[in-house]
């Protein structure tokens, strides 16, 4: 039994997608990790336009921020419901063991705080997202309110043949689909709080085909001049989220060198995928070491749903 | 050339899902395994809202009864189709090789039945259903008519690295997707008999969108006081059918200790997953060993197929 | 760095689809494989009603035909846009790096032509379509405009423990989703060229729910007297392509005895599957050795989509 009060502490600065905190990629012993995340509930806008919805965003973004961690390291998350929001939120770690995924304990009202401590046992990357019960649970996440946790084995990554994996690079990509109601004329509705537009989301939401389905939050937040920077030779990690729908991720003149569909890294990753299939409710990795320079477009290769829907992101790769 | 004839015969009792009937996990020897199966056609209500569905049942119950053997054993099966049902039924098992899964060698009108004995050559969990032929194929499947058969290898289940695997108990969950038309006024619509139905399931299914996703043939089946029961160090074993459509099964507050997402236990198992996928048709497998008491749910990770289409199931686990 | 200019340069006839063209399954060096392929928009009619499609189609065939290579080898491809076209196309090839897969390379208006080298770095089956930008990349593709290569291992397929995998016959199934728009009373639209269908046609795709899914091309092109050929004892290799939408193949009566699911070769195959699963996007084998004669039906297993929207083929299966 570990006396959690003797581990060193670390805060770790949470940052807005698609970056990862800061971090090792080998562990230099067992830590308790602290983060913190306020939640928000606020208007955003999601495509050229002007769409909006009501963002419930932990620590402001959609989707949440990533935190990273290592394998056997304590994760300790104060959790602040923001005075000024409307409803009832909470956490559920798909890393965590028991209660819900921490669903259960972390029930918090707008103006209140609570703090989950849990043990990251499983090495992978994992969806976290808010599940108050009932229909109140698609419905928070399809209002962006997930995100993912990694955590590294200590060694850190390695092909399951031995051999190390590094990266340069890491970038958090998290897919959302909304489902956005329309007025009689086909324009997407507008609704002055959270609660006015329920009863109309739940009805699109049973058709199960999104409006939207985007990176980082909305159309083209990951593109043209938002375009992820890598440099030729560089390796870079991908960690791709999708909380609620199936996504395939391709990269469009490049591949998934190393590949772990699921996430989990006590599997051996496949090597050479021109795409990879993530289960909705999940979140996976991939490793690509550029090889050329120019604009590499990744995508969810539905390509309605990249090119019609959102799913589309922009990497620019430096060199030659 | 096995003599069949001088095969050890043993007649399995066939139960009600979620439960499977009794077997050993290692086999005691190559026999022929019994069982008798009768069809019913009967109204069956699906939802809390008293929707009804014209249920095609194996021996009465969606999804039809797991069977259990071992690689090598035979499997004789007698299907029985009751003299006051209105269709031609058969049984398609993916588990066998040849003649259209048995679909071929099995068509019987009402009144009938039939024998048919096949050879499990392959490991896994695999589904089982009816195939009348055209559209009755997936019209026969959306209205409940599928089940599975596990295969178990000889030695019973490894981690595919030399380290056997036993379970304490095993449940079964059959996830149904069923297409339910609606009359003028949104209400569910009835039929008299389940011809009646059909030219208005079809438009419905043409949608690729179902009314409602459920396991064990209704929403609720096993939730509240049907939850599925555990004990804290219990080791589960979770079978996961889906006859017709993709799914991505996850127990919230737990994990995939070891899962064969395509059912096929001659490969080794993935560990640690937080979800797992499982394709349209066919029935995967998952190993989880409970930590901690509690209630666990137990849904498809489309959080809008689990809520608001009825894909949920709670696990009670009892201990500390 | 080598002299391609030296190396030994063969011309591949290229074939319709399910057909390969002819191939070494093990590489017999390092070599430039030549192909040729004229693209034509031209309709198309899908299923027994007398739909049409404008299909843009790579050689004429919807998928486009399939290319063989070796890993290492170089595949020059000249690529022609008719002159009585009306659009610009390209083409993608998963299998290359960089340069958007070759897509930023191949722009030709109707009348051009353009040849583009590259060489295949990995092994696998991998899809390639046209991606001429924006709402282009799906609307071009959910006409038919992709196909597939195959590059395999240098030394041919392997089950990833030293053991060499051979195939007596080889079929390639190219599976489509269209998106067909109806008149008022329901009725399948026409339109005198491609471009006056483009509006009603983006309006059907944002519902992600395609009215046609078929192989090769239309319905029916690989049952009855299309079905695939092959005799007892032999092995068949299956490589199934889907650009844009995931699929779950399943042979009734048969098995995937080796299942490579993302169609990486450098992977080790998955064994004994009912049914696997294809992403969008992707392309991916398998091998089966038939045991019993007759007709074997290979279907997705959505059995709505093999039946009510046309994704069936069968195999005829000779011998005893
Ligand atoms: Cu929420
Ligand atoms: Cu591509
Ligand atoms: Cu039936
Ligand atoms: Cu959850
Ligand atoms: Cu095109
Ligand atoms: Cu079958
Ligand atoms: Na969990
Ligand atoms: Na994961
Ligand atoms: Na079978
Ligand atoms: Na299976
Ligand atoms: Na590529
Ligand atoms: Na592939
Ligand atoms: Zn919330
Ligand atoms: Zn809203
Ligand atoms: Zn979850
Ligand atoms: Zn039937
Ligand atoms: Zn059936
Ligand atoms: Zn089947
Ligand atoms: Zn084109
Ligand atoms: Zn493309
Ligand atoms: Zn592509």
Chains 1, 2, 3 share one sequence.
């Not at 043990?119 to 019960?133: E, I, R």
Request: glycine content about 10%; overall charge neutral.
């Amino acid at each position: 039994q570990t006396d959690i009060s003797k581990l060193p502490r670390i805060t770790q600065e949470l940052v807005n997608p698609p970056m990862l905190p800061k971090h090792d990629q080998v562990s230099t012993g067992q830590k308790v990790v602290q983060v913190r995340m306020v939640i928000e509930e606020k208007k955003m806008i999601i495509d050229d336009l002007g769409t909006e919805v009501w963002a419930f965003a932990y620590n402001g973004s959609v989707p949440g921020p990533m935190i990273v961690a290592h394998q056997g390291d304590y994760i300790e998350l104060t959790l602040v419901n923001k005075s000024k929001n409307s409803m009832v939120h909470n956490i559920d770690f798909h890393a965590s063991t028991g209660a819900l995924g921490g669903g259960a304990l972390t029930d918090i009202a707008p103006g209140e705080e609570v703090v989950l401590r849990f043990k990251a046992t499983k090495s992978g990357v994992f969806v976290y997202h808010c599940a108050p019960g009932g229909i109140m649970i698609p419905w928070h996440v399809i209002h962006g309110m997930s995100g993912a946790i990694t955590v590294l084995p200590k060694e850190g990554l390695s092909d399951g043949k031995g051999n190390k994996l590094t990266y340069d690079r890491a970038y958090y990509i998290g897919e959302q689909d909304y489902y956005i109601p329309k007025d009689e004329n086909g324009n997407y509705k507008k609704y002055a709080t959270p609660a006015a537009g329920m009863a109309d989301e739940l009805e699109v939401m049973k058709t199960l085909t999104p409006t939207h389905i985007v990176f980082n939050g909305k159309v083209g937040a990951l593109t043209g001049k938002n375009a992820l920077k890598a440099k030729v030779g560089e390796t870079v990690l991908i960690l791709h989220a999708q909380a609620n729908r199936d996504t395939r991720p391709h990269l469009i003149g490049g591949h998934g060198d190393y590949v772990w569909e699921r996430g989990s890294f006590a599997n051996a990753p496949k090597v050479d995928l021109e795409t990879w299939f993530i289960a909705g409710g999940s979140a996976g990795a991939a490793l690509y070491t550029f090889k050329q320079p120019g604009i590499y477009a990744y995508v969810n290769h539905n390509l309605i749903e990249a090119v019609l829907k959102g799913a589309t992101a922009h990497f620019d790769v430096e060199g030659k």
